[in-house]
């Protein structure tokens, strides 16, 4: 048997040495090619807007990837440049973004189902980017089982649209019938006084749904409705912790730092790979509920605890 010289195990521990340094370049070179500019464009700079940004910037600290923070107001292509994902949180920041040429694969969030279906989905699109969305609204199978789960003598729920929304018709009655309720609903036509409608519903109904729809609820008309249940005996079931602290019974709702979680995720995991790839549009994975104590007091309802209602809901999600 023949063993090396010297030499020639010196040279062979060379060429070990010098491939595992080019091995360790390779593996830099990599690491920074993949590390990216994600442009987060804020509606606006008020509190919910900034909160999500505030997640998503902290999740991304732990990747290669670098959030900034850009403004819709004044948006110009040159603020979006190098940017490799752009997130549009809220719809003022979507049309903002719709409005430049050229865009970076986008993630809109905190918008509404009904707008992204109906015009935001058509003016983000292009045929060479990636594009989805997180909406702000809770699917319809969740809020019927909620309904359920905390008022399960509820029988009919009613529903006040505006011609915007009254395609989603359909899809809520067949939520509802799943959880053994039945839908009341009216709609409101343009230029129409809010109170009749309302009142149309409210008696036939057991509980108002209120649903994010501007032209329904906003500043202007949510102390009626409420009031206007509560004269009828009809809960309210809304969709922000604020609507709760207004005056519904309970809401069903994801916070700004729960979809901006939701958001860092899908960045995280959609830019692992040479092509940005997103998952399909989506409703929120994360969500809270919130009661208004006094309300239910004043009604005569006793519901289960918050953290009952979510978990039970987290085990049917």
Known sequence: MTFPGRATRWRALQRVVRLGLVCA????????????????????????????????????????????????????????????????????????????????????????????????????????????????????????????????????????????????????????????????????????????????????????????DPLVFNRNTAQSLFLTSYRYRDPVLGYSRSLTRAGALLSLHSSPAQIGRQAAEWISSAMQGGTVRLPPPAYPSYFSVSINDQVARSLGFILPPEADLEKRLEGRN
């Open 25 to 212: 370049c390779l593996t830099v070179v990599s690491a920074q090619a993949v590390a990216a500019r994600v442009a987060v464009v804020l509606s606006d700079d008020t509190t919910p807007y900034q909160e999500v940004y505030q997640v998503i910037r902290a999740y991304l600290d732990d990747t290669p990837h670098e959030a900034v923070r850009v403004y819709a107001d004044g948006l110009t292509p040159a603020a979006l440049n190098d940017a490799r994902f752009v997130v549009a949180v809220g719809v003022g920041a979507a049309e903002a973004l719709a409005a430049l040429p050229e865009r970076a694969p986008v993630l809109a969030i905190l918008v509404p189902r009904a707008w992204y279906l109906k015009t935001g989905r058509a003016r983000l699109a292009s045929s060479r980017r990636a594009l989805s969305a997180i909406y702000l609204d809770q699917p319809f199978e969740r809020q019927a089982l909620l309904i359920r789960l905390a008022l399960p003598d509820v029988r009919r729920v009613g529903v006040l649209l505006s011609a915007e929304q009254s395609s989603v018709v359909n899809e809520l009655d067949s939520a509802l019938r799943a959880q053994g309720l039945s839908l009341v609903y009216a709609t409101l036509t343009p230029d129409e006084r809010l109170i009749t409608p309302l009142e149309a519903v409210l008696t036939e109904a057991d509980l108002l749904l209120a649903l994010p």
